[in-house]
Each structure stands twice: as structure tokens, then as C-alpha cells.
């Protein structure tokens, strides 16, 4: 097996937020229509803006550059987390949806920060 990143598609930390965007998308489509251009877009901006910025931070030729998308991922995923709980509060989220996309959220961000560990080691090696 090949483990070779070539991509970002590659990156276990953008496939685990797409995974993210699809299924915030596929809530939120279930919410009242009132909410299309408040909470729903919010929270649909916020879970797409992950894997963008994961995968803008990919295309940057610098670790320190890719470092600092990485970091405006983690502010992308806890807006996120704190849309989740609004929502769950006004119960637009049951408690199956909510533990789910809380799931996912919090495999993306276990993985963004490996990827963010990981690429700060090239920015300053140990020598």
C-alpha cells in the first residue's frame, strides 16, 4: 500500500471533514425553511470552510503557511461545535443527530491536530 500524499484528498484530516460538510448538509436540510438563511448557512459555511482551509493549507509551499490555515480550521470546527449546541438546545438537532456530527467533529479536530503537530515539527526541527 501506497501512503504517499499527493493530494489533499490524501489527508485522513479532509476526508474525516468532508465527511463532516455531507452530513451537515444533510441535517440541516431538515430544518424549518425560516432558518435557510440564518443558522443553516452559518453552519454550513463553517463546516465547508474546514476542509477549505485544510485543504488551502495543502497548497501553500511553506509549513509555516500551512500551519496557520490549519489553525483557522480549528476555529472552523469549534464555530462549529457551538452551532451544534445551539441547535441541539432548540431542538433542531435530536440527540442521535447531535452525538453523530459531535462524533465526527471531534475525529476531524483529532486528526487536524496530528496534521498540525505533525507539520510544525518541519517549521522548527530538532537539531
Same mark, same amino acid.
Given at each position: 500500500m501506497n501512503s504517499t500524499i499527493k493530494e489533499f484528498t490524501d489527508l485522513n484530516a479532509w476526508k474525516e471533514g468532508h465527511k463532516l460538510v !455531507?452530513? $451537515?448538509?444533510? $441535517?440541516?436540510s431538515?430544518?424549518?425553511p425560516r432558518e435557510t438563511y440564518s443558522i443553516t448557512d452559518q453552519m454550513r459555511r463553517a463546516a465547508s470552510s =474546514?476542509?477549505?482551509n485544510i485543504a488551502e493549507g495543502f497548497g501553500r509551499h511553506s509549513y509555516k503557511e500551512k500551519v496557520q490555515f490549519y489553525d483557522l480550521t480549528q476555529g472552523s470546527l469549534?464555530?462549529?461545535?457551538n452551532f451544534m449546541i445551539i441547535l441541539r438546545d432548540v431542538n433542531y438537532l435530536k440527540p442521535n443527530q447531535f452525538e453523530q456530527l459531535?462524533?465526527?467533529?471531534? !475525529?476531524?479536530?483529532? !486528526?487536524?491536530?496530528?496534521? =498540525?503537530?505533525?507539520?510544525?515539527t518541519f517549521i522548527n526541527p530538532k537539531s
Open positions: !455531507l452530513d $451537515v448538509y444533510k $441535517v440541516t431538515e430544518f424549518p =474546514i476542509a477549505a469549534t464555530e462549529l461545535k459531535k462524533a465526527q467533529a471531534d !475525529l476531524a479536530h483529532k !486528526l487536524l491536530q496530528g496534521l =498540525i503537530t505533525k507539520s510544525k
